[in-house]
């Protein structure tokens, strides 16, 4: 049984300036695609980098957890890991004080 996905399309209209458009231009030369799906693809490329950049962002700032980061990259915590090592983001602070805090905390619960 084969599943069929169709895609509602909605037209869209956007000025540009000239350069884009050349470089749109280019891609459709190079991609031997229409201008349409060129753009469609673009588009999706530049939303899927917005939202990896914005969950970094957030990330970075503690406005979020780790998790919901991922998830609003439309990452697996894995690629999202992966994602911030490329990136080198920042997302773990700690004071000395609180990471000895929490070895000595993690030491007496061992010994329990």
Known sequence: ???VNVLTLK???????????KE?????????????TVVR???????????KQTALELL????????????????S??????????RNVEWVRFTPEEIEKELKAASAAKHK
């Open 11 to 21: 037209p869209l209209a956007v000025r540009i300036p000239k350069e884009i458009e």
């Open 41 to 51: 693809n673009l588009l999706e490329l530049g939303i899927a980098e917005w939202r």
């Open 24 to 36: 749109i231009l280019e891609v459709v030369e190079r991609a031997k695609l229409d201008k349409a």
């Open 60 to 75: 970075r700032d503690g406005k979020v957890t780790f998790a919901k980061a991922a998830e609003m990259a439309k990452l």
């Open 77 to 86: 915590l894995w690629e999202f890991a992966d994602l911030v090592k490329q």
């Open 1 to 3: 049984m084969y599943t």
